[in-house]
Structures are given as C-alpha cells and as structure tokens.
C-alpha cells in the first residue's frame, strides 16, 4: 500500500458527549472564553498575518520614497515613523507571534495531547499581544507615532529634547506589555511539551518541530527580560526622571545597547529555530523520506539556541568595544555556522535520498525557497561577522539587505510553507494549488530582486535609514533603488494573491481528507478540522514519525482508560486530560483542566488600562486599570478554586 492510499489511522466515530464538553459557546461569549489551544492558534495566525500585511504596505510607502532621487511621497518624519513601525510590526508583532501560533496549534496535536498546560494562561497571552499590537497602533490616532526606529537608541529615544511627544512612551509601554504575552506562551510551551506527551513519546521520539518551540521558549525565558527591562529603563527615563541612560547625569547610553542586543541577537535565532522545524517537517513529508540525521538536526537546535547568547557585541563593533571583545564575539558569530550547516546538510541529503522524485507541493516550495534564500543570508551573516568588513558594511544598505535575508527568507518563508501545509488540518479545506504555486513564484522572485541590489547599493555607499538621497550620487543609485522598489511590488502581489486563495479557499475550497499529504506526525491521524477533544483516547508511540511506523505493519495501541477511568467520555462536565512523566512520557495520571472563562479577557484588557495610564502619565487611569486587574485576578483564582 502506498502511502497516498493509506487509510488514516482514527480512533472510532465521532464522541458527542465529549464534543459537546470540549466546545466553546456560540457567539461573544464563546469567543471571549475559550480556552481551545486551536481556537488560539488561529487568532494568533490571523492577527500576525494581518500585522505583516499592515508593515508591508508600510514598507511600500518607503519603497516608494526611495525609488527615485529627491522623491517627496513622505517627509522625513513620516519615513522615521513608517520605518520605526514597520520593524517594530515585523519584529515584535509578527515574527514572534506567527511562530506562537502555529505552537499553540500545532504542538498539543503533535505531541498527542487534548490542549495547553495552561489553557486559560494561553487565552492571557494572546489577548496581551492584541492589546499591545493596538496600543501601539493607537499611536496613530493621537498624532504621536513613534520615530526612534524600532531599535530605540538613546539618547536620540530617551531625551524629550530629541524625541518629544509620546511616539516613544507608546513603544517603550508596548514593549514591555508585549512581553508578558510571550513570556507566559514559552512557559506554557515548556510545561505543556515536558509533561504533556502521549504514552511513549520519550525526548528522542519528539517531532522536530516541537523541539523547535522547546528550544525558542527556553530561549524566550532567558533573553526577553533584557528587552522588557530595555523598555521600561526607557520609560523610566522619559517619564519618571530617571537617568539610567544620561551620560550627562552619570547614566550610560551604550547600557541600552546591551540591554537590546543581549535579546536581539538571540532572537534572530529565537524565530529561525522555530521555523527550521517547519522545514525539517515539511521536506520529510513531501520526499517520502524520514528525516536524515534526525539526533543531529536535534542537537543543532539545542546548540544554536545556546551559542546565539554569545553574538549580540557583533552588533556594537562600531561602537568602540575592546578589540579583545570583539574578536571573541567574531569567532563566536562564524562559529554559529556550523549548526545551521549541520541542518542544511540533513535537509539537503533528505532530498537527495528521497525514495521518489520529491513533490513540488506549494509548501515544499516555500520551503525550498527558503534554502536558497537563508543559505544566501547565511553568508553575507559571516561576512558582517568579520570586524573589519563590518566597519565599512555597518549602518549601510548591505546591512539591510543581510538583514532581511535572514528574516524574511529565514522565517517568512518558512511560514507560509507552514500556513500552506497545515492549512486543510486548521479550515478542513484545501488551497487552490495553482494559485498558491503562482504566488510563491511572485514571492520568491520579487524578494530577491528587492533585496539583492541592496547589498550592491550598501557597498556602493549607501547609507541605511534615510529617506532621500540626490541624483549626484550617480545613476547605479537611482537604477538599484528603482529595481528594489519594483521588486517590493511584486512581493505585495504575490502575498494579495495568496491573502486572496486563503481568503476564497477558507469558504470555497475542496473539502480536505484527514490527511492529504501523507504525513508522518500525530495531528494527521485525526479528523481535519480536529476535534474539540483533538484525541478520543491516547496513541503509544515508537519514534518521531508514529504515522509512518503503522504504515510499515507497527502495531497501534491507544490509551484511553487510566486506573478505571474511561477518557472517552466527560466526568462533571470538565476537559479531561493525561500527564506523563517527564523523561520517559509513562506514569500515566488523568488531570481535570480550567474550563473556559472570560477573566484572561478581562485581564488583559485591565493590564491595556495601566499601559495607558503609565503613557499618558495618568495615576488615575494607571490605578483604575490596577483595580481591575486586582478584581479580574481573584475572579479567575476562585474560578479555579470553585471548579
């Protein structure tokens, strides 16, 4: 039997008593309540890619500016807020949270699981990260966006002097807001992969892509509180006279740089981390072929994690730090390579041995986009890596195009290979393939054709972060920036296009199987959309890919009594789940989890009042929000107690 023909394995017909347990309320109510990591999931997916698509069209409007010498589209100002708010939006409101949400999605499904750790903590986080995408956009309402770029540099961002109004209180208040959103998702994570694992999935049988979202979260926890404390320290300074930046008062401007950096180059690598695992799911599936060198393509996640806390002085050679210092971040920002290499090489020979010709599938060929993108972003990132070439390449438009290699082709790429790959499990639909085939081309070519000049246009002189330039800088100028700007239009037409085939497909789509890719993973074995209850009862697994072990003639076995309890079906009207040990995934013990309730709701809305309080330098409004927060605490603790 082949594997396109193979029968999904199930468990039963479909269990209405345990639906109807599982399932949200209709209507407001459900939606401010639920609790479902799918339900989630999505709402982080579909918030993050209309973020992307609000910084793209951010993007244009510069693009524009700069398509020709002495362009007057935007003034300066306006182009230092488009350009703060477009990386601001890209890093902080996108790349992060799109990989939460296909963690939230995915993750309980792939390890076997009903839900989240923490369902009603999960329901916390992405209400915060709502919140605190608006308040930063509220900014355009008052006429006060922020400029500082989305680095926020003192002492041009911490000095009212410099940067007057409260453009720079609504991004150091978003910030810090945004991290309670992420910090308490990469907890959830954690304690959800550790303890929540199906019978049999031991550390060494975990999807890829799960130890991807291991690894970010752990690296969440370690390098967000640099960029919160970054933020506050900010607003201490603006707000409260505080002179932790000041040189003039005894402070240290290049603290915040620090501060910044000890998170931003590690997150760099916190959202390429997830996103590998995509690819390492995704070229597996569609080559017919277990994953090569799975230990190894493992141990490369953990090892990436961990050397990208020693790279973030690479970003501060200019700035005068000790040559000794900066030859030990040099090597340690080259030796990074070899990680990345080694997963490039599993990928690769996973192709190469592929039993069959592998299947150019719409998300095969994002993700193979994204090895001829990334590979090219890899080695201008060993060139910056140098300090004498990053002396002359730094603050030009080298750096930019470097820079958007990495990211875009090292997780925007990957994430549209995972929207078009999960997209029949989350809608029950399938896209349309040619369309989606055409807007990977449009993508694919218009990226590189924006980007690449930019290298040429950094090392023709070019400097980053200004909004015009003359025509006597010469005519390679105004060509290279034509060409980049065509090209950012072909990128917006292949992402409408795509935006237009999730958009008609989520309706009008063919009605997806179960599993139309022949996959390997857990969520596949399961109906498309899953369940309310995602698992009736509880597989035993034998390694990372169980799908393809029943396929060869493994026998299947499922929990679904624990010491006399039956899970499949409700007791007391509660969701019902399993634990596992931490090492070994046994030790099997039933937990009753929070229901649905709307207090996380009321929760980050009270904590939005206190942010905006604190911008608008309100004790007022800062205590009413701390009011509501106290009241919305102890209603969800009583919940829970009255359970």
């Known amino acids: 039997m082949t594997l396109a023909e193979r029968p999904v394995p199930r468990v039963a017909a479909p269990f209405a008593a345990l639906q109807r347990t599982w399932d949200d309320r209709p209507g407001i109510p459900g939606m401010l309540e639920s609790v479902d990591h799918k339900r989630i999931g999505t709402r982080y997916l579909v918030t993050a ?60 499904l792939q390890v076997g699981t009903r839900d989240m750790a923490f369902p009603r903590l999960n329901a916390l986080s992405y209400w915060v990260y709502l919140s605190a995408g608006g308040l930063l956009y509220s900014s355009f309402l008052f006429g006060a966006v922020p400029d500082g770029g989305w680095f926020a540099y003192v002492p041009l961002s911490g000095n009212r002097a410099f940067s007057g109004g409260l453009g720079m209180d609504f991004w150091a208040v978003g910030i810090a807001f945004l991290g309670v959103s992420t910090t308490v998702g990469a907890i959830n994570f954690l304690v959800t992969a550790i303890r929540m694992r199906t019978p049999g999935m031991t550390w060494p049988r975990v999807p890829v892509f799960v130890w991807g979202v291991v690894v970010m979260s752990l690296m969440i926890v370690f390098a967000l509180p640099a960029i919160t404390l970054a933020g506050l320290t900010l607003e201490a300074d603006r707000n409260f006279g505080f002179n932790f930046f000041d040189a003039a008062a005894g402070g240290e401007p290049i603290l915040y740089q620090h501060l910044f950096w000890i ?56 700035t005068g730090v000790p040559a000794l210092s900066a030859d030990f971040f040099s090597v340690a920002s080259a030796l990074i390579a070899i990680p990345t290499g080694v997963q ?15 299947r150019l599938e719409p998300p095969m060929l994002f993700a193979v986009g994204f090895l001829v993108t990334f590979l090219i972003g890899g080695m201008t990132g060993i060139m910056v890596a140098m300090v004498p070439f990053d002396w002359a390449a730094h603050d030009s438009y080298f750096v930019v195009a470097h820079f958007h290699y990495v990211l875009f082709g090292g997780t925007v790429f990957p994430t549209f290979a995972g929207l078009h790959y999960w997209f029949p499990k989350m809608t029950g639909r399938m896209l349309d393939r040619r369309t989606a085939i055409v807007s990977f081309w449009l993508i694919f070519a218009g990226f590189h054709v924006t980007f690449f000049p930019q290298h040429i246009l950094g090392l023709m002189g070019m400097p980053r972060r200004v909004y015009t330039y003359t025509e006597g800088y010469g005519t390679a100028f105004d060509v290279m920036n034509l060409i980049s700007s065509v090209g950012a239009f072909v990128i917006a037409a292949g992402i409408a296009l795509m935006t237009w085939n999730f958009l008609r497909s989520r309706r009008r789509g063919a009605e997806a ?46 929990v679904a009594v624990v010491d006399d309890e039956d899970l499949t079906q409700p007791l007391g009207g509660h969701h019902r789940t399993i634990v596992t040990s931490a090492l070994e995934a046994d030790e099997v013990e039933v937990v009753t989890m929070p229901s649905p309730a709307a207090w996380p709701f009321a929760l980050a809305l009270a904590s939005l009042v206190i942010c905006i309080g604190i911008v608008a330098s309100s004790w007022l409004i800062a205590g009413v929000g701390a009011l509501g927060v106290t009241v919305a605490m102890v209603a969800w603790q009583q919940g829970i107690a009255e359970r």
């Open 49 to 108: 890619f209309a973020f992307l698509l609000i910084g793209g069209v951010e993007a244009l409007l510069m693009r524009l500016q700069l398509a020709g010498p002495d362009a007057e589209v935007v003034g300066a100002q306006a182009y230092n807020e488009l350009m703060t708010m477009h990386g601001t939006t890209m890093i902080f409101l996108f790349n992060t949270p799109v990989f939460a949400g296909f963690g939230n999605y995915v993750l309980p």
């Open 263 to 318: 998170w931003g180059h590690p997150e760099v690598y916190l959202l390429f981390i997830p996103a590998t695992g995509i690819v390492s799911t995704i070229i597996p599936v569609f080559c017919r072929r277990r994953l090569v060198g799975y230990p190894l393509v493992v141990a490369s996640l953990v090892a990436t994690g961990f050397i990208s806390f020693g790279l973030w002085l690479h970003h501060m050679f200019a």
């Open 344 to 358: 490039f090489f599993a990928w690769v020979s996973t192709i190469a041995t592929a039993p069959v010709r592998p």
């Open 513 to 558: 199987p179960a599993d139309p890719w022949g996959a390997d993973t857990l969520e596949w074995s399961i109906s498309s959309p899953a369940p309310a209850y995602n698992y009736a009862a509880f597989a035993d697994v034998e390694s990372h890919a169980p799908l393809w072990d029943w396929d060869e003639g493994r026998t299947r076995t499922a």
